[in-house]
């Protein structure tokens, strides 16, 4: 049997979704925008998904932009959020998605600590040294499952940015945090369907009233004017059903899968010389899906090799288009030694992840490991 | 047999790998990423990664990408722009075939439990009569690539297949079209990988990297015959003039001198030499170093497709390897491979020093 322990890349779509979605690929196909009655149904689809997604992350309705996913949300949050000719400030472990937008407007980018954390001096360094539109600090980072302290960084954001809008990219906090209260400090934030259960292509951006939003997207003056072009009915759809069985199951599900996690974590620091939880010991701070390990004297390409051969299925850092894995600017930002991050593995599990996933990874990760060591790879 | 088949994205790999899968060995696809800087542009740019990927995928055989970014940049691209600051002239594709191909590949093949390497190179592993393995020209003479590879020992050899050597360009084109492999009718690759020619060639490469120096140009005899404005990028016995001399008669680069911003240049005569001394020598085995106490029937290569020149001799000193050839010769620019050969048959070959 396979062990899929890549759940932070992606998951399984959960069946409800699926089967939520389906009609709106078929019998129900019509465009929301549309002036007839098979239209008006599928706008009427759309607005229920709207609002009930925006009930479960604590907004409004009409504070949600549905978009093509994480992304687009990210960048669409980067570029088009705020006023003025204010810089973009965020830090150095960010999604690509946010990291590259800011980057290419010439915006500021923070220093984290060797745990993962935003260094706040350094924040507020950054925010002082001139004016700034928006600032995007994530959530749940993708790579270590570091959860940030929104509320105490939106303090250090309204003392030295009053004028800027914060931004979050929740994309990795669905499952693992109650989003209505973590982002709560955030007046945008970003979401992806596929990282709870929903499918690929569909997300959203979730901008508060009055916050200011520029869209990048023009056309049809759909999502009230601010993303334009034909809603993905049925993926919004699924959507919002996948949100709300991952809200319904948050706090059962976290209790279990923090339970695997750190079956597997212990189980692999037991077995496995050397290795390290990459943001330290403390596991409260972190998403309780994903399990971060550097594994000296190993390659984690070589590793993944033999982890797949042995069907369990794990992620190194991130991978670039061609399908290699790069060496992760996460773990360069916190201060990881590359002998260490060479080896790092990341083991992210999910609403499907079940104790068989775990007893497989235990068996298949020590050996690929010992074997690698003994030919110095 | 379980066999890694580096694949580049280029016909001659995309045959190799059918031609093992034909054979019933159990293949998986590697494509090596090996440059990944500003100016990507040839054999391992994201669509020949695409290319590799779908011939694997109509094989029906596993693909996967290796990242061997940072070897590549600290064994090929480093030591080639650091080779150009001294005035000397290596060859990158040769140091890449090996530190990456034939030895970080292989390490990983090694440790993924493969029982060997194969590559789309034209040359052939052979049986001498002792019974040995040799490394031997490629079927196709105007294709051979033993040159490129010519550093892999008979231990390694051991470990290697070559499945197109024995084919012609021709019939590894026709294969692919009958197979409806989409890298057909790709052309060959040229050239240096890492150094795009639409981002102004060698010249851009290297002056974003190391300092170009402006030089004199000075005679044999000692006489100045104007300026280059690069002396990095002057290649000791190339064949395109430098200057002309007092007797009306075009020169070329004898020696470069970096710190000097000197370049000696001579009459084409000059550039004769009577022979060579190699350090880095790699042999096949010591058979192959014992054959060259006589040189009888030995010539050296000392470019990719240039042709083989008689020996005279091949003399180990405590320099390196010496080799004197049987008439004056065109002078071998610093960095460049010498590689000796029996006929068809690699003994061995290593760099040419500085004089």
């Known amino acids: ?377 | 047999m379980q066999v890694m088949v580096a694949m580049s994205g280029g016909v001659d790999s995309s045959v190799a790998a059918a031609l093992l899968r034909d054979e019933g060995h159990d293949v998986i696809g590697v494509t090596l990423k090996l440059w990944g800087g500003d100016s990507d542009s040839g054999c391992c740019s994201v669509s020949d990664v695409d290319d590799a990927r779908r011939v694997a995928a109509q094989l029906d055989i596993d693909h996967l990408v290796f990242n061997f970014a940072e070897d590549f940049d600290r064994d090929v691209v480093e030591p080639y722009v650091a080779d150009h600051a001294m005035g000397i002239t290596p060859n990158p594709c040769i140091e890449c075939n090996r530190h990456l191909k034939f030895d970080r590949l292989m390490a990983r093949a090694d440790a993924l439990g493969f029982d060997m390497v194969a590559t789309g190179h034209h040359a052939r592993i052979v049986h001498a009569q002792d019974g040995r393995l040799r490394l031997a020209r490629g079927a196709d003479l105007a294709k051979d690539q033993s040159y490129v590879i010519h550093m892999l020992t008979a231990r390694q050899l051991e470990r290697v297949l070559f499945p197109i050597g024995a084919m012609t360009k021709e019939e590894v084109r026709a294969r692919a079209f009958a197979l409806g492999l989409r890298t057909a009718t790709k052309p060959d690759s040229q050239d240096v990988c890492f150094i795009s020619h639409t981002g102004g060639g060698r010249r851009v490469f290297l002056g974003d990297r190391i300092t170009m120096h402006a030089g004199r140009l000075v005679d044999e005899d000692g006489s100045e015959l104007g300026g280059v404005d690069a002396v990095e990028l002057v290649t000791i016995g190339q064949r395109r003039g430098l200057g002309i001399g007092i007797d009306g008669r075009p020169r070329y680069p004898l020696d470069v001198d970096v710190a000097e911003r000197t370049v000696l240049v001579g009459s084409a005569d000059a550039l004769d030499v009577t022979g060579e001394m190699l350090h880095g020598f790699t042999w096949v085995d010591e058979i192959a170093r014992a054959r060259c106490a006589s040189a009888e029937g030995l010539a050296a290569q000392a470019s990719a497709h240039g042709d083989p020149i008689p020996v005279a001799s091949v003399t180990e000193t405590r320099a390196g390897v010496e080799l004197a050839w049987v008439r004056p010769t065109r002078r071998v620019a610093p960095g460049q491979s010498v590689v000796v050969y029996d006929g068809d048959i690699v003994l061995g070959g290593g760099l040419v020093s500085r004089r």
Not at chain 1, 286 to 314: T, W
């Open chain 1, 1 to 377: 049997m396979a062990s899929y322990l890549d759940h932070a890349a992606t998951g399984p779509m959960r069946p409800e979704a699926i089967e939520a979605m389906m009609p709106f690929l078929s019998e129900r196909f019509a465009n929301p925008s549309g002036a007839h009655r098979s239209a008006r149904d599928a706008r009427r689809a759309v607005d229920d998904a709207r609002e009930e997604l925006a009930d479960l992350v604590g907004a409004r309705p009409g504070d949600v932009v549905f978009t093509s996913g994480g992304t687009e949300s990210d960048n669409l949050a980067i570029f088009g959020l705020g006023t003025g000719d204010g810089t973009a400030v965020t830090s150095a472990s960010e999604h690509h998605a946010v990291l590259d937008p800011v980057e290419s407007v010439g915006g500021r980018v923070v220093p984290v600590t060797r745990f993962g954390a935003v260094d706040e001096d350094e924040l507020s360094r950054a925010l002082g040294e001139g004016p700034v539109r928006v600032v995007s600090l994530m959530l749940v980072n993708n790579e270590t499952g570091v959860i940030s302290d929104l509320a105490s960084l939106a303090d250090v954001v309204r003392a030295c940015a009053p004028s800027a809008v914060f931004h979050t990219d929740a994309v990795q906090g669905f499952c693992w945090t109650d989003i209505a209260s973590a982002c709560a400090p955030a007046d945008a934030f970003s979401l992806s369907a596929h990282k709870f259960g929903g499918p690929k292509g569909v997300g959203a951006l979730v901008v508060r009233e009055g916050v200011p939003l520029v869209a990048r997207q023009l056309g049809g003056g759909q999502e009230r004017e601010r993303r334009s072009g034909t809603q993905n009915v049925a993926g919004i759809v699924a959507m919002a059903t996948a949100a709300r069985l991952a809200a319904e199951d948050r706090s059962r599900e976290l209790l279990r899968i923090a339970a695997l996690r750190d079956r597997l974590l212990d189980g692999l620091l037991a077995a496995v010389p050397d290795a390290i939880e990459t943001a330290g010991p403390d596991r409260s701070t972190r998403a309780a899906g994903i399990a971060h390990l550097c594994i000296p004297g190993v390659e984690s390409e070589a590793l993944l090799f033999l982890l797949e051969r042995g069907e369990v299925s794990a992620s190194a850092a991130s991978s670039c288009a061609s399908g290699a894995v790069q060496s992760s600017h996460v773990l360069d930002a916190m201060g990881v030694a590359p002998d260490l991050s060479r080896g790092s593995l990341r083991l992210s599990l999910g609403w499907s992840s079940t104790d068989t996933d775990v007893d497989e990874a235990l068996a298949v990760i020590p050996p690929a490991v010992a074997r690698l060591r003994e030919f110095g790879l």
